[in-house]
């Protein structure tokens, strides 16, 4: 019988564009945040780092930045979550160039930038204001609405920005808090097991569940046997030369 299926090949080797701007469309959110990330004053950070360039290399805090920006449009708060998007989201793997920063590293950023980050985040929503991704008393960017406050004073607007924002770091300081609790610090909370972190161990595991379901299976079947024999009149020979229930096969 031949099926029509669409081809499915888990062994392909490069399925995205060789080309990160093909992967998500021009008019994506992504892009505006880089490009606004790209024309920041950055040098609050720079101060913050060894300008000897000793030790490993740190991720960009343009980089960093963005990528918070965009997790705070896109309404995530965890670190670990956040991780994850970095190697499964598209937008994320843009976002990101690529690079996979753990959650460790993520939650260090926020805690040690707390400051200029939000200094940076005001700014950014400011330039999204004037280019008409949000309005005064509502904040509304990639689908993720901020209340503010409605009155027509922007230091009033400003002031409701500046809380939501603190409400942010507040927010992502919990879930953080939360989760390194549930998994401890060190683990995202959704690794595979040891023995199943690899082809050969996944492979082994499921060979051995196989097999324990197989046995289980072959008990059962013995011990309904045995039921079946307890529970036959007595003087009745079954098959194989055991006495039981008559064989349903045998000629009447």
């Not at 008409?132 to 230091?155: Q, R």
């Not at 959704?190 to 197989?214: A, N």
């Not at 072959?218 to 055991?242: F, H, L, T």
């Amino acid at each position: 019988m031949a099926y029509n299926f669409k081809n499915c090949n888990w062994d392909q080797l490069f399925l995205f564009p060789p080309d990160i701007r093909d992967w998500l469309p021009q008019d994506h959110l992504v892009w505006f945040i880089t490009e606004i990330v790209s024309q920041l004053d950055l040098s609050p950070f720079y101060s913050r780092y060894n300008p000897e360039g000793d030790g490993c290399p740190a991720y960009h805090p343009a980089m960093m930045t963005a990528l918070y920006f965009y997790s705070y449009c896109s309404g995530e708060r965890s670190s670990r979550r956040i991780e994850r998007l970095c190697m499964e989201s598209v937008p994320y793997r843009v976002v990101s160039g690529g690079l996979q920063p753990d959650h460790t590293t993520i939650s260090r950023f926020r805690k040690k930038f707390a400051s200029e980050l939000s200094s940076l985040f005001l700014q950014i929503i400011t330039l999204c204001r004037k280019a008409g991704l949000c309005i005064l008393n509502t904040v509304s960017l990639d689908g993720t609405k901020i209340g503010a406050n409605a009155s027509l004073s922007a230091n009033r607007n400003e002031a409701g920005l500046r809380k939501e924002i603190k409400n942010y770091f507040r927010e992502a300081e919990e879930a953080d808090a939360r989760e390194d609790e549930l998994y401890g610090p060190g683990r995202r909370g959704d690794e595979l097991p040891p023995d199943l972190s690899t082809q050969e161990g996944r492979l082994r595991k499921l060979r051995e569940i196989q097999k324990s379901l197989r046995e289980e299976k072959e008990e059962k079947v013995r011990k309904q046997d045995n039921e079946d024999c307890e529970r036959a009149p007595a003087g009745i020979q079954r098959p194989g030369g055991g006495i039981g229930r008559p064989d349903p096969r045998a000629r009447k």
